[in-house]
């Protein structure tokens, strides 16, 4: 503030002072503005949740909400047992087809395509990550449910609930891994193939683990978006709350379970979805410290954000 | 600024955004010259065509018909959230209480996919299906498959009304089985029967097209005339339902509605007119 040019008129050069003042003060206030209404906006969304809930968990009992195996609203039951099953599958059988598929895709587009083959396919995989749900699920209901029908059952299954989740999770898994991997510095890349080692020996033994968090970070928010994922599943699952017992039975998420019933449900029924709420992000946090505590166990700690 | 000063500062501006927050949630909307419905999708199609009729009389109306429903009609128009909910069954103690309009009346048709060997079923039968008891179609006449049972989410009017005309007598009451599939809305119903020769569910009678196939109910075809004349046994009412007596352009539509050129509507989409 002192160091003001001496050829300057001293006028011009407190004006000058006092609107840079200004305008330092008031951009400070908009940031903090924006990130305190981010914060409270969040808060609310979970103080409002957890009330809105707790009727259900003290009318149901949590224990016989947790591990209820009926869910009839109609006949005042309200047992999510089924519903957290069916999440659980679903979501894993698609992550289970979708990590090592994403992961081997990101290095082929990382290391192995030659550039022209990058340039057209890395475009369209930042293509697929945009495209809404309900338009996987129309895919999925209109294609897909009818070929898993000529396997077996009605089609309305676990299967094609798999299917439409790994092709959603998929291109976000490939394009995160993919910049994670681009992200090593190249100088552990001519390292290793300087100490001798093959292409796949550098690919498997040394990028790998190096981009591990990024990795990390790209099924987590893979997970997640499964997890969460309402519109789609309703259309394919066949939202019977029934404990799957094949590939080719119905089944229904919990948050699809939330969409098909909210508009219509009042009274305990309205809070018993709330308290499914409640559950789904549990679940969510679960999973993310368990993806946190393997990174630190992997021993690079970084922002996984 | 002393970081004293400073905390105040942010104290103040947290203040103030959540004082804004609660402001804005508030805020409450309006609109007149429009009359809003939502509820039955049953009532959906009619009364879409009953409102591009009526913006015909009345040009300077706006009426918006949506779906969901037969429970969101009733919760909506409790709320006040809509002027007018649809509800597809009768109303039972357990509703809130609203003042009811009887718009028509409608059948309740079992569909199978068009090229289904099947043509007719017992009551009994359609029960047991349903119910889960009977679970191939060889067991009533068909080829030797597994039932595909496909239902409605349980807020559905024409579900409840299915449940108490077909599942519920005898006693005790038979619940749907807990393994069929549930879909949001009639449409849905349709198009998963469509494309599904060993599928089986229930739709409104103001669905049916050469798509899907309804089968007789003993013995009884499933067509507009015997439902109206009682010898169809799944039949139930269609209501309009307000908060309170309706007034204004909502009491106009309505009225519009009831009027013989709107009962020539209902007959014209395949349900039953009232007078």
């Known amino acids: 503030m002192a160091f003001a040019p001496p050829f300057l008129p001293v006028t011009s050069v407190v004006k000058d002072m006092k609107s840079r003042y200004l305008i330092d003060r008031s951009s400070k206030a908009v940031v903090l503005v924006c990130a305190t209404a981010c914060f409270v906006i969040l808060l609310a969304i979970v103080v409002f949740t957890l009330r809105e809930a707790l009727p259900a968990f003290r009318q149901v009992g949590l224990l016989d909400f947790l591990f209820g195996k009926e869910w009839s609203p109609g006949n005042k039951e309200f047992g999510i047992l089924p519903i957290i099953v069916g999440s659980v599958v679903v979501t894993a059988g698609a992550l289970i087809i979708a990590v090592p598929l994403g992961i081997a895709c990101a290095i082929l587009l990382a290391e192995v395509a030659p550039s022209r083959v990058r340039q057209f396919l890395r475009p369209t995989v930042e293509l697929l990550v945009g495209i809404p749900s309900v338009v996987y699920g129309l895919v999925g209901m209109v294609l897909i449910v009818p070929l898993i029908r000529q396997i077996g059952g009605s089609g309305y299954s676990v299967a094609a609930g798999v299917i439409v989740l790994t092709g959603m999770v998929l291109p976000t898994i490939i394009s995160i891994s993919e910049d994670s991997i681009r992200a090593v510095p190249k100088s552990y890349k001519e390292g290793a193939l300087a100490l001798g080692a093959t292409q796949w020996q550098t690919i498997w033994r040394v990028l790998l683990p190096a981009a591990r968090s990024g990795i990390m970070a790209s099924i987590i928010l893979a997970m997640g978006r499964a997890i969460g994922e309402a519109m789609a599943m309703i259309m394919v699952l066949g939202n019977a709350a029934v404990i799957p017992t094949s590939l080719l039975g119905p089944a229904r998420t919990l948050a699809g379970s939330i969409a098909v019933e909210v508009n219509y449900a009042s009274g305990v029924h309205q809070s018993a979805l709330f308290a499914t709420a409640v559950v789904l992000f549990l679940m969510v946090i679960i999973v993310n410290s368990m993806a946190l505590v393997v990174l630190r166990r992997g021993g690079r700690v970084q922002n996984v954000g | ?275």
């Open chain 2, 1 to 275: 600024m002393s970081i004293k000063a400073s905390r105040s500062w942010v104290f103040l501006v947290m203040v103030g955004v959540l004082a804004l927050a609660l402001a804005l949630a508030a805020c409450g909307s309006g609109g007149s010259g429009t009359v809003t419905e939502a509820g039955s999708t049953t009532v959906q199609p009619l009364a879409e065509k009953l409102a591009a009729a009526f913006k015909q009389k009345q040009p300077d109306a706006r009426v918006i018909i949506q779906g969901g429903g037969t429970s969101v009609g009733i919760k909506s128009v409790k709320d006040g959230t809509v002027d007018i909910g649809a509800a597809s069954r009768e109303l039972t103690p357990d509703d809130p209480p609203l003042a009811k309009h009887l718009l028509a009346r409608d059948g309740i048709a079992i569909v199978t996919g068009p090229n289904n060997s099947v043509t007719g079923l017992t009551k009994a039968q359609v029960r047991d299906i349903f119910g889960g008891i009977i679970t191939n179609w060889k067991d009533v006449g068909g080829p030797n498959h597994e039932i595909h049972v496909i239902v409605r989410e349980e807020g559905s009017g024409t579900r409840t009304a299915f449940e108490d005309m077909v599942m519920a007598k005898p006693e005790p009451a038979m619940k749907i089985m807990n393994t069929a599939i549930q879909l949001p809305s009639n449409g849905a119903i349709k198009t998963a029967v469509a494309s599904d020769t060993n599928a089986i569910g229930f739709i409104s009678f103001g669905y049916l097209d050469t798509s899907i196939k309804a089968l007789a109910i003993d013995g009884v075809a499933a067509t507009e005339p015997n439902a109206k004349n009682g010898t169809y046994p799944i039949v139930r009412p269609l209501y309009f339902l307000t908060k309170e007596q309706p007034t204004g352009l909502v009491k106009d539509f309505i009225d519009f509605c009831l009027s013989p050129d709107g009962q020539a509507i209902v007959t014209q989409e395949g349900y039953i007119s009232v007078i």
